[in-house]
């Protein structure tokens, strides 16, 4: 099943003439992970996210994480990424600018990230499930 933009999120691309610089990608895990490594960085704006796997994903892949100053994203990624209150459109700009135009910023991002995703292996989650159900 593929899904494309809305009619209002086309309008909206289209009043703010931002039609031309975006792009639907279809496919499976591989052209994601794809994306992922050839990605300057993933720009996670989210308000809500419930554990927030392509932050995980990504760094996983190396790719530095820009994202939103949320409890559940501090959670997981800790150090691991730059931050910006996603409530304030100015601060993700300056981010943006100060993290994509240094090579030395992206870098040490990517080192972070590999750091927080050692603790979120599959075999540690398996361990882990396993123990929650030997306790039961």
Not at 111 to 134: H, L, M, N, P, R
Request: hydrophobic share 40%; aromatic share 12%.
């Amino acid at each position: 099943m593929e899904i494309f933009f809305s009619k209002d999120e086309l309008v909206n691309f289209e009043k703010n003439n931002l039609k031309f610089n975006l792009f639907h990608v279809v496919g499976g895990d591989d052209i994601l992970k794809k994306l992922y490594i050839e990605a300057t960085a993933l720009v996670f704006p989210s308000l809500y996210e419930g554990f927030g796997l392509p932050l995980v994903e990504s760094m996983h892949v190396g790719c530095p994480v820009i994202a939103s100053n949320t409890k559940v994203t501090k959670e997981i990624c800790r150090q691991g990424v730059k931050y910006f209150d996603p409530n304030s459109c100015e601060e993700l700009k300056v981010v943006l600018e100060e993290t994509l135009y240094s090579k030395s910023k992206l870098e040490n991002l990517k080192k972070k990230g590999f750091q927080v995703v050692e603790e979120f292996k599959w075999s540690i989650c398996a361990d882990e499930t396993i123990k929650v159900y030997k306790s039961i």
